[in-house]
């Protein structure tokens, strides 16, 4: 693909903007970067702060804990972070710098602050509204649709920003809809390396620490470890091992950055952590890494564009058939094992439910990079799953689109239910 192609350039910006670094599960700091900004915007320490936030962000905060807070969890410990010791200006890394004496404070403050939490009157999927207040002065920030798209800052009766909220492609916005997995495997293997060997190798960096951390300490459920311990060290399981570990790190308070893909740290460590170790256990050159991450991402950004970003289907899935890709390539170095090993792999796991970001996302994953393997082994080994096989059609576009449909579409009455559930209605 030639470096004048506009597809060219829109992977490249699609991959500037998706790849970016977050400390800590991106919906409670969505909630504490729209607080840090409310404080921001307020001039000074709240004693009012109020939270209304969609469903799906209620389901993703309940039960993680918030980095920074001395083990808290939840929307309440989200916000005060942010609006105590948030840096307004550092995006998804609005709590990443928290100084130990403003830890501290945490739990003094909490106490002699109101905090409200209530559910959002909104359609959107991805909805915050932080409302903050001391004496006579309100501030109020709106997130919409993404974790850190203010879409409205206003101070008493004066709006200080607005823009309008917009379901369809933005102004400025690359054009995701211009992916396809032929696109995306042509753009791979000749894209200049030079125009995204920063990114990538932050993501190696940033995702391999974090591993290594959830292998090395006690974290959640240590399904990490628990694989390697229970089924050895063979390289199916440290492909799921390294991803899962990564997870349970990230997911039960640990202090460092990810690299993210489609707004999630799970998923930017699923797509790359497995292709990371099987490239270490093939001898892959540095360059066949970058090419198979390339592969691995934009696949997972395909496939996630139809499903939104939050939803009732695991987003892990989406990325275990990304790395599957991924893996298959450095393997084979063929297209049609790729595609294959997509719609294989997506056969296999699709359905399993998102019930919010907690320790068991470390299990999903590790089932999720469990069906990328086997969809490129299945191929690898003569077998493939054929149009009319339930949701599987021919041609691995169509198979993607439907995909996306079950996700979007058909699980949304099960989005409902699952975050009734998580609330007690």
């Known amino acids: ?159 200080l920003f607005e823009k309008e909220i917009i379901d369809t492609v933005e102004t400025g916005k690359p054009d995701y809809e211009c992916m396809t997995i032929e696109d995306i495997f042509d753009f791979a293997m000749t894209c200049d390396l030079d125009d995204v060997k920063e990114l990538l190798d932050r993501q190696i960096k940033y995702n391999t620490a974090i591993s290594d951390e959830g292998l090395k300490n006690d974290y959640g459920a240590n399904i990490g470890k628990t694989l390697l311990k229970a089924y050895g060290n063979d390289i199916h399981i ?50 066949e890494l970058y090419r198979a991450l390339l592969l691995s991402n934009l696949v997972t950004l395909h496939e996630k564009e139809g499903i939104g970003r939050l939803s009732a289907y695991c987003g892990a899935i989406s990325a275990g058939a990304g790395a599957g890709a991924g893996i298959a390539w450095l393997c084979s170095k063929d297209y049609e094992t790729v595609i294959h090993t997509i719609v294989n792999a997506l056969a296999i796991t699709s359905g399993i439910v998102c019930d919010g970001a907690k320790a068991s996302c470390a299990a999903k994953i590790s089932a999720a990079v469990d069906a990328g393997i086997m969809g490129f082994e299945m191929y690898r080994n003569g077998q493939q799953f054929y149009g009319g096989d339930g949701l599987v059609l021919k041609g691995v576009e169509n198979t993607i689109r439907n995909i996306s449909r079950l996700g979007r579409i058909g699980m949304k009455e099960t989005d409902k239910e699952i975050i009734k559930m998580m609330i007690g209605q």
């Open 238 to 287: 440290r492909a799921r091992a390294r991803a899962a570990a990564g997870s349970d790190a990230r997911m039960n308070g640990c202090e460092m950055p990810v690299v993210i893909n489609s707004g999630s740290g799970n998923q930017g460590m699923t797509v790359s952590l497995p292709v990371i170790e099987y490239a270490k256990e093939l001898g892959s050159t540095q360059e």
């Open 1 to 159: 693909m030639e470096k004048s192609n506009k597809t060219y350039k829109a992977y490249i910006e699609i991959l500037k903007r998706e790849l970016v670094p977050a400390m800590g599960c991106t919906e409670p700091i969505a909630i504490a970067y729209c607080a840090a900004k409310a404080r921001e915007a307020l001039g000074g320490l709240p004693d009012h702060i109020t939270v209304a936030a969609s469903g799906n962000i209620i389901k993703n905060v309940k039960s993680v804990i918030v980095p920074n807070t001395n083990g808290r969890k939840g929307i309440e410990a989200a916000a005060a972070i942010g609006v105590l010791a948030g840096d307004a200006n550092a995006a998804l890394e609005v709590i990443a710098h928290v100084k130990p004496e403003e830890k501290e404070k945490l739990g003094n403050y909490m106490d002699n602050t109101t905090i409200t939490v209530e559910a959002a009157q909104s359609d959107h999927v991805l909805d915050i509204i932080v409302t903050v207040s001391r004496g006579n002065d309100t501030a109020q920030v709106q997130v919409v649709n993404e974790h850190t798209n203010i879409v409205k800052i206003r101070k008493n009766d004066t709006i």
